[in-house]
């Protein structure tokens, strides 16, 4: 029994051995390498001074390659030609020739993440360095802010940049600037800086080529040069498009249309809809604030008033504005709502003829009206000014407006919800935003200012604002 026992323990041994030998899997090379590449040695130390010019180099642990440096490399003030840059092995080279140098000045250079491992493409972290061309560092800076005037929020996508003071407006339209820096939030802050005049800009730059050479990019600028060494105060800028001539966002503008041109007949019906909820005629559900509006798939080209009545417990309201507005495809409603009262509409077979000449059919509805108590109020206190316009917004739509001709102002019966109050300083008291100019005339744009994001109106409830004393942009 012994034996039979440790011969079956030998052959299983053995078939275990051959069957592990058969499975023969590659090597896997290892974890991957995740180590950025190290500088071991550099021609330049950091904050060098009276640097003439030439070549820098880097030496680096391991080989290096350079990506994407167009874009990840910056040096400020500008240089008229960017050094060239080149990779070779473990060393990475950079030539700076004298002649693109201004004397006595302090430059700031990033290579932001353009240099990587050959292998894995591990970047080093944010490579700069600081060198003057002078026995001294400039340590003056300007900060400030910018603003989307039409908007009146921080302009997060703009850039601010300094010229040398003297030059011509044009200059920003043919040559890049001598500094530029990527706003962060709205905000920019150049650091060691000369004490000398500059001319400042700011420049929504879609096209990302450092110069103001399209008209849908916003554009900022101040009419006085500014210097680093008397510049105490923070610089606001407003950007603003120069071609917006109109403000898209009120109620004021006036859509285009072309009458000749109709959307196709479906079905060869005149099809509608009453914009309000008709569910339920006993639940407050119509807005006494709004208009009762009737929308068509195709346009109007006939509207028959006398077919539309509108009855308020069976008795016909006669003051009721109906109009056709100037799309041709809705028509408002517009009377003096008795709050929790009973409505219906009437619609008379042939009130609308289409561009088909399709008669719309008859049909009828009733709706209640809100409670006043269903709505809040906004009161506003502050100082009297007549080019200042209060508006009230939901969304990027206006709501309401109304000048601070008093000391109080008032947004009476709101719906519930969340709302943005803004103030536009409107110099040319339109009752709308206007744009600026810049050219041969330079004409600032009037400027927005956000008083509140998160303006939360409750049913049955007055919300008290007090902005005496709050700074509003002039």
């Not at 004397?103 to 990033?110: A, D, E, F, I, M």
């Not at 600028?221 to 603003?240: C, G, M, P, R, V």
Request: contains cysteine.
């Amino acid at each position: 029994m012994k034996t039979s026992t440790y011969h079956f323990i030998f052959i299983l041994s053995i078939a275990l051995i051959w069957s592990s030998c058969a499975n023969i899997v590659s090597p896997t090379g290892g974890a991957r390498d995740e180590k950025a590449p190290v500088i071991i040695k550099r021609s330049l130390v950091d904050s060098a001074l009276n640097f003439k010019g030439g070549k820098i180099e880097f030496t680096f642990n391991e080989f290096v390659q350079i990506k994407d440096a167009q874009n990840q490399f910056i040096i400020s003030p500008f240089l008229k030609q960017n050094p060239k840059l080149t990779a070779h092995k473990q060393k990475v080279s950079m030539v700076i020739a004298d002649s693109l140098l201004l004397p006595n000045t302090t430059y700031q250079v990033s290579l932001g993440n353009a240099i990587q491992d050959l292998h894995e493409s591990n970047p080093y972290p944010h490579l700069g360095f600081t060198f003057s061309t002078g026995s001294y560092f400039d340590s003056l800076s300007i900060k400030g802010n910018i603003m989307d005037a039409k908007t009146g929020l921080p302009d997060t996508t703009a850039w601010a940049f300094l010229y040398p003071a003297g030059m011509p407006d044009s200059t920003i339209m043919k040559e890049k600037p001598l500094y530029a820096q990527k706003a962060f939030n709205g905000k920019f802050n150049f650091a060691n800086l000369p004490a000398r005049d500059f001319t400042i800009y700011a420049l929504n730059d879609l096209n990302a080529n450092l110069k103001y050479d399209l008209n849908s990019e916003r554009i900022a600028f101040i009419e006085n040069t500014i210097n680093a060494k008397d510049t105490s105060a923070i610089i606001q800028l407003y950007t603003f498009a120069v071609q917006d001539k109109i403000d898209t966002s009120t109620k004021k503008l006036r859509p285009n249309f072309n009458r000749d041109v109709a959307p196709k007949n479906v079905g060869g019906k005149c099809i509608y809809q009453i914009l309000t909820d008709t569910l339920s005629k006993t639940k407050r559900t119509f807005d006494i604030t709004d208009s009762l509006r009737i929308h068509f798939d195709s346009k109007i080209i006939k509207m028959d008033i006398a077919k539309i009545r509108l009855t308020q417990d069976d008795v016909l309201d006669a003051t009721a504005n109906i109009i056709l507005d100037t799309n041709r495809q809705t028509i408002g409603i517009k009377t003096d709502w008795l709050p929790n009262a009973n409505y219906q509409l009437q619609l008379m077979k042939g009130f609308a003829v289409d561009s088909a000449g399709m008669q719309a059919a008859a049909s009828s509805c009733r709706f209640k009206t809100k409670m006043q108590s269903d709505y809040g109020n906004v009161q506003i206190q502050c100082i009297p000014n007549e080019s200042q316009l209060f508006e009230l917004m939901q969304g990027d739509k206006i709501i309401r407006t109304s000048f601070a001709t008093d000391t109080l102002v008032q947004f009476l019966m709101l719906a519930p919800g969340t709302y943005t109050l803004r103030a536009l300083q409107d110099k040319i008291k339109n009752g709308i935003w206007d744009t600026g100019v810049f050219g041969k005339e330079k004409v600032q744009p009037e400027i927005r200012s956000v008083l509140s994001d998160n303006l939360l109106i409750k049913a049955n409830w007055d919300n008290r604002l007090d902005i005496r004393k709050r700074v509003i942009n002039k």
